[in-house]
């Protein structure tokens, strides 16, 4: 199991930007894809994105075009660039390291961090 740590979070005028870094520890990091997920007062947690061991990623259509994942497996770390932020992305995000399944679905991650508030005012 890895061990995450989010934080970047934080509040943030609609439009404006913010990037989010999930710090990691343990044995697989570099094997693993990892995930944000993200989950609003009264909502279930959803996908946000996921890049894999070989970088390739995948978005939710909500976040397509104005989120960026990356990894950097020398720091241990995985990023979430957020741009041109809206007050639907105000929740709580959460770091995610998979285990098996598909990408999209929280029960295919057994590595989750504390979650780190992200607040969009309008």
């Known amino acids: 199991q890895v061990q995450l740590v989010e934080s970047g979070g934080g509040l943030v005028q609609a439009g404006g930007s913010l990037r989010l870094s999930c710090a990691a520890s343990?044995?697989?990091?570099?094997?693993?894809?990892m995930a944000w997920f993200r989950q609003a007062p009264g909502k279930d947690r959803e996908f946000v994105a996921v890049?894999?061991?070989?970088?390739?990623?995948v978005y939710a259509n909500s976040v397509k075009g104005r989120f960026t994942i990356s990894r950097d497996n020398a720091k241990n770390t995985v990023y979430l660039q957020m741009n041109s932020l809206k007050p639907e992305d105000t929740a709580v995000y959460y770091c995610?390291?998979?285990?098996?399944?598909?990408?999209?679905?929280?029960?295919?991650?057994?590595?989750w961090g504390q979650g780190t508030q992200v607040t969009v005012s309008s």
């Open positions: 995610a390291g998979h285990y098996s399944g598909g990408f999209t679905n929280t029960r295919s991650y057994d590595s």
């Open positions: 343990g044995r697989t990091f570099s094997t693993r894809h």
């Open positions: 890049i894999t061991w070989s970088s390739t990623t």
